[in-house]
């Protein structure tokens, strides 16, 4: 079993920044792809950014210029660094990831959400 362990959610004023960590613990060969999705309430969950192993990274058209993928393979963790946020960006923050907890098994984890406000 894997487990995703998000971090960084908050209230964030517009025009601020934070940052989201996510660390995968458990039965882990290797991780494949890694990446940030959001729900908003009322809404479907979307991708908001990811990044694969080698360090390919993809955004939403709607944070590109403003936040930035990154990871440490070595710690299993993924960042999601956000500034110039705004109140759309407000959501709940679901951390994911492709993982193989053998050569030949690949599955998909989920954290459990962190929310992020931002509102003056």
């Known amino acids: 079993q894997v487990q995703l362990v998000e971090s960084g959610g908050g209230l964030v004023q517009p025009g601020g920044s934070l940052r989201l960590s996510c660390a995968a613990s458990?039965?882990?060969?290797?991780?494949?792809?890694m990446g940030w999705y959001r729900q908003a309430p009322g809404k479907e969950r979307e991708l908001v950014a990811a990044?694969?192993?080698?360090?390919?990274?993809n955004y939403a058209d709607s944070v590109k210029g403003r936040f930035t993928i990154s990871r440490d393979n070595a710690k299993n963790t993924v960042f999601l660094q956000m500034n110039s946020l705004k109140p759309e960006d407000t959501a709940a923050y679901y951390c994911?990831?492709?993982?193989?907890?053998?050569?030949?098994?690949?599955?998909?984890?989920w954290g459990q959400g962190t929310q992020v406000t931002v509102s003056s």
């Open positions: 994911h990831a492709k993982v193989r907890s053998s050569r030949h098994t690949e599955n998909d984890y």
């Open positions: 458990g039965s882990i060969f290797s991780i494949n792809a």
């Open positions: 990044i694969t192993s080698a360090g390919s990274t």
